[in-house]
């Protein structure tokens, strides 16, 4: 007799999305996770009695209506008694085609059907676990579905051609498991070249479409069904993006044979397949606010280790900087600035290149955008190894041309030596490689940045890599500026936009209502009432004292970001002020042993507040943050 689950011993259980498996190594090889549900079966669910010599397929029923590979049977019986199983071979990380139609009551925005993935196995468990003891209206409302039982991965390898896997999308669902199990001492690990088949329990009884076309349920009740699931769905905080009335198993009396109906006429059902069940929009918003706040603690958490030596294996000093660092699945490199390994998932390339972008230049790449953790951040493609083109016979481009582009790590060690030498810049938070070769025609190259690369490796430690290699693209990710905030504190953190203000509750009600208010007086004082200024925006600075930091006035303080030239045709500046902004930070630049060979307004960033009035620096003239690093060089000596 099996033991009870809950005495099972501790290096036999693993957890994935809270979910916990009893982890068995079936004699046919390969790995057999058992949930608590389907522990009472499982000399049934080992892969003897159902798997080898394709069991499911000789003797099962492949679904009616299933797109993938889905069958019904029923396992070889072990001591007089079999298991009715529902086997299903994930299609984890295979493109998705979703066809709904235009009647169907879902009504899911298109974004949302574009970005659609087929769930991974255990996250597919764990969605579905939490699905079946849901809440309705603050009440606990279980809902009926397949029991989730079991997932199989047989031992045999394929090629991914044969399992039709995109090693990007797979790569993703890999960190998910990875970072939901951060703490565990024994984790489960995806395999890209396995297929992993999940068992569910059967559900007697017939689907309501073809019930209806049976003639068992009425058009009106067939009709009235639907978005009635669509709710019941939604309450819960769930959503099903191929949902259809295929999905709904009716339940039949064992007596009487008729369909099974609640006290109050509803229809009784089941649900089945959840491959591409979600949570919806709100709960996602819930998640995304959840790892906004985990970011801002990690950061917290990171400044305040920055003072002691880190020796993660992951972390890596390229010219003095800290980062942590990854190989990317698709051959690219990912090194984050700092020593807090736990902050690598927030910058991989999938997490901010595929999102919605603002392009902020008219002659370079560079893109704001919101990564998929709701962090706002600002993404450029490095120009290192081209040749500027610039004027060769202005002074200037002269300069510029002998110089060329700093490399993404230069820019980086740039913005860091100078917020440290007092002068404000943007913060620098990631540099990516990517794994193809660079997409960018260079008809007059200027490899020198490599070339000093490569020595500056030769010189180095033989187990130090050429961080810099040519024939690849770099981006360089910062912190998307909203202004700065006096007597803020740790300037890294950046405050809090608005937006997430106010879904914390760190903003009451009428602390947003008079941010507004105030914000649109001043835009039409100055006539700019057609601007639209979105809430994520602004920005607020917590307060120990106050919840955020208010003015003299008692009023919160909110600002937002803007370029000295955008200022200057916003009539925000007057010309004599925006030349001297120039020539101070020029100044500044220079006592710092620096210079900036083509300083330009766009490059100066100011800081807003609602009221119209730009955030004084210490000597009460509008603050200035540099935000562009690729021709900066020392005066007299390189900055490394």
Not at 314 to 320: A, D
Request: charged share 25%; glycine share 8%; aromatic share 8%.
């Amino acid at each position: 007799m099996e033991l009870p689950f809950e005495r099972l011993p501790p290096e036999r259980v693993v957890s994935a999305f809270g979910v916990d498996y009893a982890h068995l190594a079936p004699r046919e090889g390969g790995d057999l996770y058992v949930t608590r549900m389907g522990w009472s079966w499982v000399r049934q669910l080992l892969p003897a009695q159902w798997y080898s010599g394709e069991w499911y397929a000789r003797t099962g029923e492949h679904l009616p209506g299933a797109t993938g590979q889905v069958y019904h049977v029923r396992t070889r019986p072990v001591a007089g008694r079999s298991a009715d199983l529902v086997v299903k071979f994930s299609r984890v990380a295979q493109d998705v085609s979703i066809v709904i139609e235009a009647s169907f009551p879902d009504d899911v925005p298109p974004d949302i059907l574009a970005a659609a993935r087929f769930n991974s196995p255990m996250e597919e468990f764990g969605l579905v676990t939490q699905l079946r003891g849901g809440v309705q209206d603050g009440v606990e409302a279980p809902l009926l579905t397949q029991r989730p039982l079991a997932i199989y991965a047989p031992p045999q390898e394929f090629d991914l051609w044969q399992l039709g896997r995109a090693q990007s999308s797979f790569h993703s669902h890999s960190l998910l498991l990875a970072a939901d199990q951060e703490d565990a001492v024994k984790a489960i690990e995806l395999d890209i070249r396995r297929i992993y088949v999940l068992l569910y329990g059967w559900i007697k009884g017939k689907d309501a479409e073809q019930s209806f076309e049976e003639g068992e349920l009425s058009e009106s009740e067939f009709r009235s069904l639907v978005p009635r699931v669509v709710q019941e769905l939604r309450q819960r905080g769930f959503q099903v993006l191929d949902n259809k009335p295929r999905h709904f198993i009716l339940r039949r009396s064992r007596r009487t044979g008729r369909l099974l109906r609640r006290s109050n006429g509803d229809l009784i059902y089941g649900l089945v397949d959840f491959e591409l069940l979600q949570r919806t929009q709100e709960q996602q918003a819930l998640f995304r606010l959840f790892q906004r706040e985990r970011f801002r603690k990690l950061q917290i958490e990171a400044g305040q280790a920055a003072a002691s030596p880190c020796s993660h294996p992951s972390v890596r000093r390229v010219l003095g900087v800290d980062y942590v660092q990854r190989d990317i699945q698709d051959g690219g490199h990912l090194w984050v600035v700092g020593t807090q390994p736990k902050l690598l998932d927030y910058f991989l390339p999938e997490r901010w290149r595929r999102t919605a972008r603002v392009r902020l230049s008219p002659t370079s790449e560079v893109y704001r955008t919101r990564t998929r953790d709701d962090l706002h951040v600002v993404y450029r493609r490095s120009r290192v190894g081209s040749q500027p083109r610039v004027d060769p016979l202005s002074p200037e481009g002269r300069n510029v041309r002998a110089f060329g582009y700093n490399s993404p790590f230069e820019e980086v060690v740039i913005s860091e030596r100078l917020r440290q030498m007092g002068v404000p810049t943007t913060i620098a938070r990631a540099v990516y490689r990517t794994g193809h070769t660079s997409t960018s025609a260079v008809l007059t190259p200027d490899l020198s940045r490599f070339r000093q690369a490569a020595t500056r490796g030769e010189a180095a430690a033989a187990s130090d890599e050429c961080d810099l290699l040519p024939g690849h693209d770099y981006y360089t990710v910062w912190s998307c500026f909203r202004g700065l905030g006096l007597g803020v504190g740790q300037e890294a953190l950046e405050g809090v936009d608005v937006e997430q203000a106010r879904r914390t509750g760190l903003l009451t009600s009428a602390q947003h209502q008079s941010i507004l208010e105030r914000l649109n007086r001043t835009l039409m004082g100055l006539g700019l009432e057609s601007l639209t200024i979105a809430d994520f925006e602004l920005q607020v600075y917590p307060d120990a004292e106050t919840c955020v930091k208010l003015d003299a006035a008692g009023q919160v303080i909110a600002t937002l970001g803007i370029d000295a030239l955008r200022a200057l045709d916003l009539c925000l500046l007057e010309l004599d002020s925006y030349r001297a902004a120039l020539g101070r930070l020029a100044a500044r630049l220079h006592a710092a042993d620096c210079e900036k060979l083509d300083l330009k307004g766009n490059h100066i960033l100011l800081s807003l507040d609602v009221d119209g009035h730009f955030t004084p620096d210490r000597e009460g003239e509008p603050a200035l943050t540099l935000c562009n690093f690729e021709f900066v060089r020392g005066l007299y000596r390189p900055i490394r």
